[in-house]
């Protein structure tokens, strides 16, 4: 677990507010990410309930996204709790081989799945 997670959550948060009509908005006590019309595609967890993790979660298109992502690199991936069993997946952002492209795709595809339509007519991020 990373000691400071605010060079992490500055980093989350700068791939989060780069998209489309996104804000920040605390849930649950930690950093959560929504689009225009108030559904949220990202969160940041720093030692949530003691797990020892830093993670953002974001959203799949469902069960068998998760699977596979997780079965892909379970290094990497991982089904959180509260949102794992709606699909969701947590990625690690305390190793030092962090790969922040796929991070920053996770997030963007994330947006995506969240976006209302008229965001993504226009051209989506």
Same mark, same amino acid.
């Given at each position: 677990m990373s000691p400071d997670p605010a060079p992490l959550l500055d980093r989350i948060r700068s %791939?989060? %507010?780069? %998209? &489309?009509?996104t804000a920040e908005r605390?849930?649950? !006590?930690a950093p959560g990410f929504l689009v225009a019309d108030g559904k949220f595609f990202a969160y940041f967890w720093h030692n949530h309930h003691d797990d020892g993790e830093t993670v953002v979660i974001v959203k799949t298109t469902g069960d068998d996204e998760q699977a596979q992502l997780i079965d892909l =690199? &379970? @290094?990497?991936?991982?089904? &959180? @709790?509260y949102l794992g069993p709606s699909g969701w997946i947590a990625?690690? %952002? =305390? !190793? =030092?081989?962090v790969d922040w492209d796929r991070v920053g795709d996770r997030i963007a595809i994330s947006w995506e799945l969240a976006a209302p339509q008229r965001l993504l007519e226009a051209g989506g991020r």
């Open positions: %791939l989060c %507010l780069a %998209l &489309p009509e605390a849930s649950h !006590g =690199d &379970p @290094a990497c991936y991982f089904k &959180p @709790a990625l690690r %952002l =305390d !190793g =030092d081989t």
